[in-house]
């Protein structure tokens, strides 16, 4: 089974499944694919986003430790002024997620691996069970930081006790992810 590219994202947040809906190529030419971010998953992407901005973004790894969250936290928001397909929808049903537009059934992402080349991204997204990716997108530095910034807007509306600015821990202590 090859993998679904998607070129397009939809989020909704969704407070009875307690996850994030990432919806892949919902209004687009190609194939429609729903995953669910778990609150575990998106915290962890989450804090691995810190240190994957410094290491990628040529601004931020040749300045000195000390400002390199001020400036992550300057390209983050600068990357958000653009809107490249990807969108967010809000969900208010009471039976999850039937108020999505997505037909596709959404299934739980096990695993999102996130490479680096050139200031392009490719994210592969893993299911539970697959060793191959079921999807693939490739991102632009700015559309990185927007996918992240919907990740990051869903755990604060889904109340799951992240820092209200993405990059403010980038300032103080390390992350370490376990």
């Known amino acids: 089974m090859s993998s679904i590219r ?35 998953l998106a915290l962890r992407l989450l804090n691995a986003a810190v240190e994957l901005v410094k290491k990628t973004s040529p601004s ?13 936290l300057f390209e983050h928001q600068s990357a958000q002024l653009e809107s490249d397909n990807i969108t967010e929808t809000a969900s208010n049903d009471s039976e999850g997620s039937q108020a ?28 539970s069970g ?9 991102l632009t530095y700015a559309q990185l930081h927007q996918l992240l910034s919907l990740i990051h807007r869903g755990a604060l509306a889904l109340d799951w006790g992240v820092e209200t600015s993405l990059f403010a ?7 370490t992810l376990q």
């Not at 989020?11 to 919806?23: A, S």
């Not at 821990?169 to 992350?175: C, E, H, Y």
């Open 6 to 40: 998607i070129e397009a994202f939809t989020f909704e947040y969704n407070e009875l499944q307690d996850r994030i809906r990432l919806t892949g190529n919902l209004y687009t030419e190609g194939e429609e694919v729903s995953f669910w971010f778990t609150r575990r």
């Open 130 to 138: 697959s060793e191959t990716a079921v999807a693939v997108s490739k």
């Open 169 to 175: 821990s980038a300032s103080g202590a390390p992350v």
């Open 100 to 127: 999505s537009a997505s037909e596709a059934e959404p299934k739980i992402l096990r695993r999102l691996d996130i490479s680096c080349k050139d200031q392009s991204y490719q994210l592969s997204f893993f299911l």
């Open 60 to 72: 931020i790894a040749n300045l000195p430790a000390e400002h390199q969250g001020a400036m992550a």
